[in-house]
């Protein structure tokens, strides 16, 4: 029986964990990374199956290569084994092409300060049966470095005072899902995954990170400098509750078409010491 120190390092330093499978059903029992430098015990000729989950974040670049070694080492009898879990972002798969129009904006307002990549010429919605996806329509193409585009949901009682109503969650293109926590706006723990298509911006979340209370959805879009300070706005719009939560009609065959930007690979691996 002789200990290993076990590490997963991304070389896009990528967040890497890493699960020991023992009963051979595909699920992790034991989580070893994080951290880095966990112990794993294992008799000679014993063979663990390791399950390696890489994250990548949603504004990962198309055609980037990553490579996670992943290295069991005992010092002391100068033992070592390893593998590399390599993972290539791919993120050209098709958006929803059914949208719903949630409202338009015809006249350019104030163009000497209103720039055109912040002015929202309509917004839309829709979903996939385990995403709500929501695209601004920007005058110009969307400068996701400069400015923020956000998405506020109103879902269940409480929330943040936005004019009339009170939002609960906001998708931003930071590729944060934010929720209210009474006070302020705190990263849920959960992303947006965002993405710029022409003069559009894209974003979308996991409906099961989101809490839907029975209500109808109030939803309000805006774009913000860096430092929140808003530079237009559209909405809100109210949307029942079944038409975020659940697949409209008109969007059945989608449910082909579910996009993940944010590629979150799991891979098995075999590692055996002898």
Do not use: C
């Not at 506020?152 to 926590?181: R, V």
């Not at 530079?231 to 989608?254: A, M, T």
Request: charged residues 20%.
């Amino acid at each position: 029986m002789v200990n290993y120190t076990l590490t997963a390092l991304s070389n896009q330093g990528y967040y890497v964990e890493v699960w020991r499978d023992n009963d051979q059903l595909g699920g992790g029992d034991i989580q070893l990374i994080p951290p880095q430098g966990s112990i794993i015990t294992l008799d000679a000729g014993e063979v663990a199956t390791l399950i390696v989950s890489v994250n990548v974040p949603s504004n990962a670049t198309d055609g980037t290569v990553d490579a996670t070694i992943i290295e069991a080492v005992n010092t002391y009898l100068d033992i070592s084994d390893s593998e590399t879990v390599m993972t290539t972002i791919n993120s050209g798969l098709p958006h929803p092409s059914n949208w719903i129009q949630l409202g338009s904006d015809s006249a350019f307002p104030n163009e000497q300060e209103r720039p055109k990549k912040v002015d929202i010429k309509a917004s839309y919605y829709t979903n996939n049966g385990t995403h709500v996806f929501f695209r601004l329509a920007e005058a110009d193409t969307p400068d996701q470095k400069a400015f923020l585009y956000n998405v506020y949901l109103d879902t269940k009682a409480g929330g943040q005072q936005i004019d009339s109503y009170y939002y609960d969650y906001m998708l931003s293109s930071e590729g944060t899902l934010y929720e209210w926590n009474g006070t302020d706006w705190v990263d849920s723990g959960y992303p947006t995954y965002w993405r710029i298509d022409g003069t559009s911006i894209a974003l979308w979340a996991d409906l099961s990170n989101l809490g839907l209370d029975t209500q109808d959805i109030h939803i309000f879009a805006s774009t913000e400098t860096k430092d929140k300070i808003m530079k237009d706005k559209e909405g809100p719009y109210i949307v029942l509750r079944n038409n975020i939560s659940e697949i409209p009609l008109i969007l059945i065959p989608l449910v082909a078409l579910a996009i993940y930007l944010a590629v979150h690979g799991r891979r098995r691996r075999r590692l055996t010491i002898v």
